[in-house]
């Protein structure tokens, strides 16, 4: 084997080796929707505002936008919470069309359980219900939680529905609950109650990637186990309202009095609000009423420069056919 062909073969063997490195260039990105101007802004991981998200529809007052949501087709999922509207986008922003209705109630929180069903978590400070909605937009279910509070939903590996309650009269039945998928009631999830952690007006919930549960309540961040054991507080801050995961597991927080979004990392470090009303290209009167990470966007040059790269090996090969080798300097 000539040394040329040596060397081709080895920089070709190196560049195979690239797309692990551009892992660190995919960009997830971060959908806020905005109470005030009624609209979704899509920022990047950073707190840079990309532009509008899904303007069709949340423009000049055509829609309030609610929960958002994706599901495993990587297909954007926004409630509107005027009318119970569910709409349907891919995850650049284009408009897939009027998914289903859960009528005129108010859709706090939705989520996906693994196959395909969105669940809602629909009320206000009183009793609240759960609606199930398959993948064709149909309703096949209406639970009654005999729960209270404005919070949303998490849902597990196996199913199971877990919901906050916040009850405005007393701390004491605060906590987070479980129901199965048949609406049946199966108690509060170990120690995430009011008397065991202190987890008391519990706003939001979400589970990492190893399946430990995260419920932000008054103003805290509190931690659990897949079998609920209290772990204890994972962050503090000015935060209510909403949890969210990116990719690369950091937690993104709504900030208190809905002016923005602030970021820790997956030890609960503080790593600055990446977007605050009236900062950088976030709106003045930016008021969040909820966010979610959309699936991961390569950044430009990334794979320009693997196709750069591809074209190289192979005009290599071809210069190695159409002309005989040289031989390099001293050999």
Known sequence: MSETEKMRRLLCAAFA???????????????????????????????????????????????????IGVDSSNRVYITNITNGDIFRYDSQGNFLGLFGN????????????????????????????????????????????????????????????????????????????????????LGAFGQATSAASDCVDPESVAFDSSGRLYVLSAGRVLRYSSTGTFLGT????????????????????????ERGVAKYNSQGTFLGNVVQSGVGGAPATLRDGGFAFIPPVPEPGSAATLLLFGFF???????????????????
């Open 313 to 331: 090996c192979r005009r290599r090969r071809n210069w190695r056919v159409s002309a005989p080798p040289r031989a390099f300097p001293g050999r």
């Open 234 to 257: 994972f962050a503090t801050g000015a935060i209510a309202e909403f949890l969210t995961f990116d990719p690369a597991g950091n937690l993104y927080a709504g900030l208190d009095t």
């Open 17 to 67: 080796l690239l797309p692990g490195l551009f892992i660190q260039t995919i960009r997830a990105d971060l959908l806020v929707d905005d109470l005030t101007s009624q609209q979704v802004f899509r920022f990047n991981d950073s707190g840079t505002l990309l532009g509008t998200f899904g303007a069709t529809q949340f423009h000049l007052g055509a829609a309030t936008p609610g929960a």
């Open 102 to 185: 859960i009528g005129a109630t108010v859709p706090m929180g939705i989520d996906f359980d693994s196959v395909g069903n969105l669940w809602h978590r629909t009320g206000t400070t009183t009793l609240n219900n759960l609606i199930r909605v398959n993948s064709a937009g149909t309703i096949t279910a209406n639970f009654p939680t005999q729960l209270m509070g404005q919070s949303d939903i998490a849902i597990d590996s196996s199913d199971l529905l877990y919901v906050p309650q916040f009850n405005p009269f007393t701390d004491t039945t605060d906590g987070v609950y479980r129901m199965n998928a048949s609406g049946t009631s």
